[in-house]
């Protein structure tokens, strides 16, 4: 199984990142079933970097962050309290 490439110290960002959704719920994990649960939902991290490669940085199951291929999740829009409560979780 090939391994998560592994997170970068970059805090890099655009407006777009920021401003739009920063959970994800994952619909596939062909090459990862140890890292992502299908169904589950995690949290994004903003990477500008990432994206021109079409890949998300994800909070996976190990509590780090790592890049995964984006068409593996779709962004969705959590309400105020369900956000609070999933953040509290983490």
């Known amino acids: 199984m090939e391994l ?9 960002s655009s ?3 920021v401003a739009g ?3 994800v719920i994952c619909i596939k994990n ?6 992502l649960e299908l ?6 991290v903003p990477d500008r970097a ?5 890949m998300l940085r994800i909070v996976d199951e190990s509590g780090e962050d790592y890049l995964y291929p984006a068409n ?14 999933v953040s509290l979780a983490s």
Not at 4 to 12: F, I, L, M, R, V
Not at 30 to 35: E, I, L, T
Not at 39 to 44: A, H, L, T
Not at 50 to 54: G, M, Q
């Open 4 to 12: 998560a490439k592994k997170k970068s110290k970059s805090s890099e």
């Open 15 to 17: 407006p777009k990142d």
């Open 21 to 23: 959704a920063h959970y």
């Open 30 to 35: 062909d090459d990862y079933p140890a890292s």
């Open 39 to 44: 169904r589950k939902i995690y949290k994004q």
């Open 50 to 54: 990432a994206s021109k490669l079409k």
């Open 72 to 85: 593996y999740f779709v962004a969705i829009k959590l309400p105020r309290s369900v956000e609070r409560a």
